[in-house]
């Protein structure tokens, strides 16, 4: 049987804002193999030792997941010929034989912003190759999402229904822009991890600069 597919997400911030929980939340439970296995899937890397501690026992009840304070480079098992950086600034964009060639799978677990910061580039230290999935910013649950279409159902990019900048009813008058690339799910609506539309209306009036 084939090694499952590896998925890093190097956390970069110092707290673990609710827009992330829900996100890692959804790349743990999108990312569990089928069957039982102790083999972990989803690292979540440099966590500070208090975020560490603190780790919210959603998160943690679930099997695929390693969670450590250590930086992706010491993960046991990783090699570095076999690691793609998913990087917004990298020339090549992923496609599906990728899969073939690389089984670990990093990326930057960034609220994102807008205009983006390019704080992928905290992550070019470790030289993996690079691969970008597009031109447009996505979640990084929709980053995990994209990576797993492509190199594990062999889907190219171009072949993948996306949602651009989708407009969120957040109150009876009022919508707003998200400013990111989603996957758009078979009910016609960008897909977003569960509970992050209420979260988003919460959050609604505290504008978009700094949140995902
Ligand atoms: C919310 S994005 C952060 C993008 C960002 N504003 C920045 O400062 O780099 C989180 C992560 O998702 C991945 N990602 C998002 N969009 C991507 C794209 N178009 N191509 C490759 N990776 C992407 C990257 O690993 C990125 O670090």
């Known amino acids: ?29 999108e990312t569990a193999p089928s069957s039982a296995t102790a083999t972990p899937t989803f ?21 695929n997941l390693h969670a450590t304070t250590d930086e992706v480079i ?4 990783l090699k570095a010929e076999e690691v793609v950086l998913l990087d917004p600034r990298a020339e090549e964009d992923m496609n599906p034989e990728d899969g073939e060639k690389f089984g670990w ?12 910061r390019d704080r992928t580039a905290e992550l070019r230290k470790y030289g993996f190759t690079g691969r970008r999935l597009g031109p447009v910013q996505m979640t990084t649950d929709t980053a995990v999402r994209v990576t797993r ?26 919508s707003t822009e998200m400013p990111f690339r989603y996957v758009k799910g078979d009910d016609g609506m960008p897909i977003m991890p569960e509970g992050m539309v209420d979260l988003i209306k919460e959050d609604s009036n505290k504008g978009f600069s700094d949140m995902m």
């Not at 799978?105 to 983006?116: A, C, E, S, T, Y």
């Not at 492509?150 to 957040?170: H, S, T």
């Open 149 to 174: 279409l492509v190199v594990e159902e062999k889907i190219p990019l171009d072949k993948i229904p996306f949602i651009d900048f989708p407009e969120l009813r957040v109150s009876k008058n009022e």
């Open 105 to 116: 799978f990093v990326f930057g677990g960034i609220l994102g912003d807008d205009p983006p």
């Open 43 to 63: 690292h979540l890397t440099s966590l500070p030792q208090e975020l560490y501690d603190s780790l919210p026992s959603e998160l943690t009840a679930h099997q």
């Open 1 to 29: 049987m084939a090694k499952p597919k590896q998925y890093v997400v190097e956390h970069l911030d110092k707290e673990l804002e609710n827009w992330s929980k829900l996100e890692y939340l959804c790349i743990a439970t």
């Open 74 to 77: 010491k993960l046991t098992g």
